[in-house]
T-cell receptor
Framework: QQQVKQSPQSLIVQKGGISIINCAYENTAFDYFPWYQQFPGKGPALLIAIRPDVSEKKEGRFTISFNKSAKQFSLHIMDSQPGDSATYFC???????????FGQGTRLTINP | DGGITQSPKYLFRKEGQNVTLSCEQN?????MYWYRQDPGQGLRLIYYSQIVNDFQKGDIAEGYSVSREKKESFPLTVTSAQKNPTAFYLC????????????FGAGTRLSVL
């Protein structure tokens, strides 16, 4: 089974700080790396995604950085806000497959 | 509103009982998925279906069964063979194609009485 190793498991950041969540993957036959955000009691929702031919993608305060040689990709949340407190999942899509492989999740808490 | 509806929100199972979780989507998506979520273990794929009347086992299919008789519906049955069914169950759907952007329902929390 392909795996995505996500770290840290939990993260506490002060309001206004930068939150950084990392994911490492094992196989290079992946063509799409999405991040999902999940609030308690709700289903995950797509936050931002990147293809491996791009090193960085920014949408508002959220940025994905992709390092193909290190097989790693990271989510950066700038100016973190209490409303960002949620669980974040990275995922990877294998070319030709019709499913995603998810990381274990990171529970992010932003202290006011 | 387009979306994915899961019901019920909460469900309780007695020992030896089969229970069925409902998932309906009106997004006209061909593919549908069932995940199990446990604390600290992320989302684990139970079953998925790319087309009506066809489905494939995911990583943890034992003790579960599904059907896909209609494009809009993908019910999951948690059988008595599943000895540890307490979890949060999530249904998702996507279009088929080069990417796999999945849209999720609000989930069903299953507990054992």
């Amino acid at each position: 089974q392909q795996q995505v190793k996500q770290s840290p498991q939990s993260l506490i950041v002060q309001k206004g700080g930068i939150s950084i969540i990392n994911c490492a993957y094992e196989n290079t036959a992946f063509d799409y790396f999405p991040w999902y955000q999940q609030f308690p009691g709700k289903g995950p929702a797509l936050l931002i995604a990147i293809r491996p031919d791009v090193s960085e993608k920014k949408e508002g305060r959220f940025t994905i950085s992709f390092n193909k040689s290190a097989k790693q990709f990271s989510l950066h949340i700038m100016d973190s806000q209490p409303g960002d407190s949620a669980t974040y999942f990275c995922a990877q899509h294998k070319q030709g497959a019709q499913k995603l492989v998810f990381g274990q999740g990171t529970r992010l808490t932003i202290n006011p | 509103d387009g979306g994915i509806t899961q019901s019920p929100k909460y469900l309780f199972r007695k020992e030896g009982q089969n229970v069925t979780l409902s998932c309906e989507q009106n997004l006209n998506h061909d593919a549908m998925y069932w995940y199990r979520q446990d604390p600290g273990q992320g989302l684990r794929l139970i079953y998925y279906s790319q087309i009506v009347n066809d489905f494939q086992k995911g990583d943890i299919a034992e003790g579960y069964s599904v059907s896909r008789e209609k494009k809009e519906s993908f019910p999951l049955t948690v059988t008595s063979a599943q000895k540890n069914p307490t979890a949060f169950y999530l249904c998702a759907s996507s279009v088929t194609g080069s990417l796999n952007i999945q849209y999720f329902g609000a989930g069903t929390r299953l507990s054992v009485l």
